[in-house]
Nanobody, 127 residues
Framework: QVQLVESGGGLVQSGGSLRLSCAASGRAFSKSAMGWFRQAPGKEREFVAAVNWSGSVKYYVDSVKGRFTISRDNAKNTVYLQMNSLKPEDTAVYYC????????????????????WGQGTQVTVSS
């Protein structure tokens, strides 16, 4: 079992930066691939970034490559999403998610492949 709590969202101007954190409880965190997803009003939840259990493999959606960085600290049971050069189209509720904890080498990129979800944190980018 993994419980996830996101923080770090807020209102920022276009071109600004935010750092999201996702604190996890439960022993399975260090075995789990972690993902960040986002959902804008009226749209489906979409993949943003993912990292495998060790931090050695990372994937990003094309629209955030070069601007966002996912990282994790297994000693702190925390995964981060550093977001730079933010754009209005990045506005959404951001969710972190954990898979079932099987030491997967490649992290997944689909919503249904993640078992545990946080409550989400709002990110609003003004133009």
């Amino acid at each position: 079992q993994v419980q996830l709590v996101e923080s770090g969202g807020g209102l920022v101007q276009s071109g600004g930066s935010l750092r999201l954190s996702c604190a996890a409880s439960g022993r399975a965190f260090s075995k789990s691939a972690m993902g960040w997803f986002r959902q804008a009003p009226g749209k489906e939840r979409e993949f943003v970034a993912a990292v495998n259990w060790s931090g050695s493999v990372k994937y990003y959606v094309d629209s955030v490559k070069g601007r966002f960085t996912i990282s994790r600290d297994n000693a702190k049971n925390t995964v981060y999403l550093q977001m730079n050069s933010l754009k209005p189209e990045d506005t959404a509720v951001y969710y972190c998610a954990a898979d079932s904890g099987g030491y997967s080498y490649e992290p997944q990129r689909r919503v249904y492949e993640y078992k545990y979800w946080g409550q989400g944190t709002q990110v609003t980018v003004s133009s």
